[in-house]
Each structure stands twice: as C-alpha cells, then as structure tokens.
T-cell receptor, first 113, second 115 residues
C-alpha cells in the first residue's frame, strides 16, 4: 500500500529565504514521486517528478527535490522564496507502472514580504 | 501544451438533482482520465479511472451508480453526480494522461455545492 505524509500543513517563510517542504512516503515497490503546486482556484501543476536515475530532480520555478530511499523522503526545496511561490503544494506517489497517484494532504506555503 | 479544462467551474444545485461535470483535454488526446475529489484541508482522493471507450474503474468506497463516468472520446470525460445530496458538496478535479506517458495533467476543478 502507498501513502504520503506531508509534515506541516502550513509553512511560512520570508521572501528570499530557503523553502523546505517535507514529504515522506511508503511504497512496497520502487515509487514514482511527484510534487504538484495548486494556486487558488486553479488546477494542479506539475513542479517535478522522480522516476529513475538521478536522485536530485530539478523542476520549474527554481524548485528541486531529492529522492532519499533510505529515509523514504522526497523533500521539496527552493533556495530563495518569491512572493509568487505562495500556493498549496502536494506531494504524490505512484507505484511503478501503476495508474494511480496517491496524494499527501498538502502544505500551504506563505511568503512574507 | 497539455491543457485540461473543466466545466462548469462552480455549480450550485438542489438536493435530489443531478449534475454533470465535463473534463476536456484541449490540445492532446487523453487515453486515460482520472476523477478526484478534494475535501477542505484534505488531499485529493482518487474516485475513478476511465479509459476511452471502456467502463470506468472505481476506487473502493465510491458508488458507481451515484458517480457516473463516461469517457466517450479521447478528449472528453464526464462525471455525473446523480441525486446529489449536501454531503456530495466538494471540489471535483479531473486529470488526463497520454498513452504511455506517466504525467497527469489536471483541470482547474469544479466546486459543487448541494443545498
């Protein structure tokens, strides 16, 4: 069975500060891992994904995430927060070859000027 | 590219009526479409997976007679909430995927309020 845990339903950072959004997963097989962003009244937009290969994945808008199998983690980071980064972020896992995405409960990022 | 639309964006209906939500892939052919439900401050929960031309596969606990899904073409899937009740009020989101491609592209969602 798969599951995703996002620690912290709300994260606040100052503009220019490091963004760290945490995601831990459980999966019985090698997982595919995703981060999506949702702006108010909009659908989910893919930020980045890990399937195989390099464990440090770079995405759009300066975000990156590192797959750490030993820690079953896939934390999302960005070196310097922008006001436009304020949104809801969802981590998701899919078992290799499977259709389904299992989402975490989301983390709302607030960026303080 | 890879744009998915949903219509309507918001709908309010009376208890007992049926509501149809459309999901369209605007610039690609989606062999598989997914329907999710998002509760306030909760994650997205997969309701069903539909492949073009075949019956939808529903997740455990989702009533297939209540949530009718049709995927008649490669660009359109519909979700009909039949005999809606207030507990069906939620945010419904669809996503679409190309054959052989892992990434799902999400629509903007539909806010359903049942009075």
């Amino acid at each position: 069975a798969q599951s995703v845990t996002q620690l912290g339903s709300h994260v606040s950072v100052s503009e220019g500060a490091l963004v760290l959004l945490r995601c831990n997963y459980s999966s019985s097989v090698p997982p595919y891992l995703f981060w999506y962003v949702q702006y108010p009244n909009q659908g989910l937009q893919l930020l980045l994904k890990y399937t195989t290969g390099a464990t440090l994945v770079k995405g759009i808008n300066g975000f990156e995430a590192e797959f750490k199998k030993s820690e079953t983690s896939f934390h999302l980071t960005k070196p310097s927060a922008h006001m436009s980064d304020a949104a809801e972020y969802f981590c998701a896992v899919s078992e290799t070859g499977a259709n389904n995405l299992f989402f975490g409960t989301g983390t709302r990022l607030t960026v303080i000027p | 590219g890879a744009v998915v639309s949903q219509h309507p964006s918001r709908v309010i209906c009376k208890s007992g009526t049926s509501v149809k939500i459309e999901c369209r892939s605007l610039d690609f052919q989606a062999t598989t479409m997914f329907w999710y439900r998002q509760f306030p401050k909760k994650s997205l929960m997969l309701m069903a997976t539909s492949n073009e031309g075949s019956k939808a596969t529903y997740e455990q606990g989702v009533e297939k007679d209540k949530f009718l899904i049709n995927h008649a073409s490669l660009t359109l899937s519909t979700l009909t909430v039949t005999s809606a009740h207030p507990e069906d009020s939620s945010f419904y989101i669809c996503s679409a995927r190309l054959a052989g491609v892992l990434t799902q592209y999400f629509g903007p969602g539909t806010r359903l309020t049942v009075l």
